[in-house]
């Protein structure tokens, strides 16, 4: 497959209307949860992305049947904990970070050790956020330096615990659920900051007792564990953070409209929504309902006249993580000085996502001022791009792949982007959807 594209053409005005792959976190979690419910459980859109595919051929190598059908999934639970693998199984879990930390609180009570390696990228992450918890239960996890490999190995004698989550990372706070589901008695999590509730949604969904708690300064989840819980079906929602690159590239040029059905719209994720209406885009949410305990919308969008910069406060980044590295790409080309505070886990993805996008956003000439955790940036509504541009070295993130597509279809000028396989991880029909919207890309 070829690993680079051109783009040598801005991208004309369309009017268009698009779905996008069923959302990462939730197919992961489908995934997970249907390993250890009793019988069959059935997903319907689930995307056929590598992390996904990871996840599956993860649940395969515990022991548990999946069949993959054309419209759907299936996997045969055998209850709590019915796993079934050899002693130093090896699951890779390539590029996906949510997988490789969610299957050790999956697997807290399994005997035989497993062995969870990843990709370049996965093995230069930090899993000492999880271990931690993780070692309270009484699961033993070697790795060294708090690196992939890592070596887990259950136990029957799990301990419920009380945990801090400082982090407001929705990763930690599932993997603690999931060990909790298999230990007796209450697991009580505090959360000082919101992350995606997907998790808490499905627990609900599938009556497994958590209770969560609210009051002003925090919320503590509580899970009550080992109760068995039935197969179930579920239609995977699509993918806001996919949405996101469409949602900006639509609200970067003037004459377009899209509509992207069927959206999941959970307030832990529409961060990136309300501030883009604050920058002044056109966006609304059509067609609003509830399906499988989660909100679902079209989201309609039209290209803006002139945006204007924002102040992101700090409170809502845990609800646009992933999408920080589009936004940003929108605040270059927004009237003012854009500000954000705290958005140090941004060091801690798939590549350090601060870094590289502070330094491309330099590359096409937009003033930026980066800092330990935060990041400034000089709009320009006015910035043309007149030279040629190659982008690599960016650690093979798709989300960096992505956004320089934006960055190229609104900019123009002519670009060579590498590592098109990078979409792979999450996305690999982009290049497919732009070119539907009008897109030349060779
Ligand atoms: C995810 C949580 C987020 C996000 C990641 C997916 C999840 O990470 O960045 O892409 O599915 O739980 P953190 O929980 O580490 O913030």
């Known amino acids: 497959m070829n690993k680079n594209i051109f783009i040598q053409n801005k991208i004309k005005s369309y009017k268009k209307k698009i779905d996008m792959p069923g959302d990462k976190s939730i197919s992961i979690r489908w995934a ?80 035989n050790s497993i062995i969870v390696k ?34 887990i190995t259950g136990t029957d004698y799990l301990r419920p615990i009380v945990w801090n989550e400082i982090l407001k990372s929705a ?45 002003k300064n925090f919320d503590i989840i509580e899970i009550k564990g080992c109760k068995e819980y039935k197969g179930f079906n579920y239609n995977i929602p699509g993918d806001i953070s996919s949405s996101a690159f469409f949602i900006i590239l639509t609200a970067l040029n003037k004459n377009s409209q899209i509509l992207i059905k069927n959206i999941n719209v959970n307030k832990t994720r529409t961060g990136l929504i309300d501030i883009l209406r604050k920058m002044n885009v056109y ?23 002139s945006l204007k910069a924002i102040k992101c406060p700090e409170k809502i980044v845990g609800r646009l993580i992933d999408e920080l590295p589009i936004l940003f790409l929108i605040c270059s080309l927004a009237k003012g000085t854009s500000t954000f505070k705290k958005i140090g886990e941004l060091r801690h993805k798939e590549s350090d996502r601060l870094k590289i996008c502070s330094n491309f956003l330099k590359m096409i000439g937009i003033k930026v001022k980066e800092t330990k955790d935060g990041l400034k940036i000089f709009g320009n509504p006015n910035l043309k791009n007149k030279k040629f541009y190659e982008i690599k070295n960016f650690m093979k993130d798709h ?21 098109k396989n990078s979409i792979n991880s999450s996305f690999p029909e982009f290049i497919s959807k732009l070119k539907f919207l009008g897109a030349k890309i060779i």
């Open 283 to 305: 966006i609304k949410l059509k067609n609003q309902r509830i399906i499988n305990n989660e909100p679902i919308a079209d989201i309609f969008v039209k290209g803006s006249q």
């Open 118 to 151: 990843g990709d370049k990228s996965l093995s230069k992450r930090d899993f000492s956020r999880i271990i931690k918890p993780l070692n309270l239960f009484g699961i033993n996890i070697k790795s060294r330096n708090n690196k992939l490999p890592l070596k």
């Open 171 to 215: 990763q930690v706070k599932t993997s603690i659920c999931l060990a909790a589901l298999n230990t007796p008695g209450i697991t009580k999590i505090r959360l000082v900051g919101s992350s995606r509730d997907h998790t808490e949604r499905l627990f609900k969904y599938l009556n497994i007792p958590l209770k969560i708690k609210r009051s």
């Open 32 to 111: 997970l949860l249907a390993s250890q419910a009793i019988g069959i459980s059935r997903a319907y859109n689930l995307p056929n992305s590598d992390d996904i595919n990871s996840a599956l051929n993860a649940v395969r190598k515990i022991g548990i049947k999946v069949i993959k059908k054309k419209n759907y999934c299936e996997i045969i639970g055998n209850g709590l904990n019915g796993f079934l693998f050899k002693n130093n199984t090896i699951i890779n879990a390539g590029n996906s970070g949510t997988l490789s930390r969610l299957l050790p609180g999956l697997l807290a009570k399994s005997k």
């Open 399 to 419: 989300r960096i792949f992505m956004m320089s597509c934006i960055a190229a279809l609104t900019l123009g000028g002519k670009w060579k982007i590498h590592d």
